[in-house]
T-cell receptor, first 114, second 108 residues
């Protein structure tokens, strides 16, 4: 069974630009969550989608947005990039919403903002 | 606000030297506590879920325990391949909150 895939794996952008990251969950999984991981803040929850609907949202500015498609694939968008957005962005999928602990993470997209 | 604190930040052990990692938490209405392992350059890998105080889970050389205020990840006779960052997370009303992790190094 294929795991969670994320594309691209690495990305370099300039301040002010926008970026779109993609996540394909494990087949059959309908919940996709996004996290930002930095050395200073650790893993922080961005948002969760289930059946194309945003179910939960973390404490991030509106520049961070996402969506989920009917095939459960998800995209995350960050507009007007700032230097502080440099991080590893992780996507995780699970079969259902609710207690989300048993999530399966992808390898992440390493975003560098210069 | 839900909070998770892991200690120590880093731990270096000799192969075969058992030890424990700590995860202290405050959460409104704990729905679950989770342990993950993360290797460099990879996403976290799920290890355990604990739901109520007194619960224990085991997997190979790892055993996770839970009280009302903290969880321990016990590592028995570790091997170099157990080297990784171990993350603890709690599920409250809505979202998962992660600790900063403990970076574990096992020297051969």
């Amino acid at each position: 069974k294929a795991g969670v895939t994320q594309t691209p794996r690495y990305l370099i952008k300039t301040r002010g630009q926008q970026v779109t990251l993609s996540c394909s969950p494990i087949s059959g999984h309908r919940s996709v969550s996004w996290y930002q991981q930095t050395p200073g803040q650790g893993l922080q929850f961005l948002f969760e989608y289930f059946s194309e609907t945003q179910r939960n949202k973390g404490n991030f500015p509106g520049r961070f947005s996402g969506r989920q498609f009917s095939n459960s694939r998800s995209e995350m968008n960050v507009s007007t990039l700032e230097l502080g957005d440099s991080a590893l962005y992780l996507c995780a999928s699970s079969y259902r919403t609710g207690p989300l602990g048993e999530q399966y993470f992808g390898p992440g997209t390493r975003l560098t903002v210069t | 606000e839900d909070q998770v604190t892991q200690s120590p930040e880093a731990l270096r052990l000799q192969e075969g030297e058992s030890s424990s990692l700590n995860c202290s938490y405050t959460v409104s209405g704990l729905r679950g506590l989770f342990w993950y392992r993360q290797d460099p350059g990879k996403g976290p890998e799920f290890l355990f879920t604990l739901y109520s105080a007194g619960e224990e889970k085991e997997k190979e050389r790892l055993k996770a325990t839970l009280t009302k205020k903290e969880s321990f990840l016990h590592i028995t006779a570790p091997k170099p391949e157990d080297s990784a960052t171990y993350l603890c997370a709690v599920q409250g009303a809505q979202k998962l909150v992660f600790g900063q992790g403990t970076r574990l190094t096992i020297n051969p």
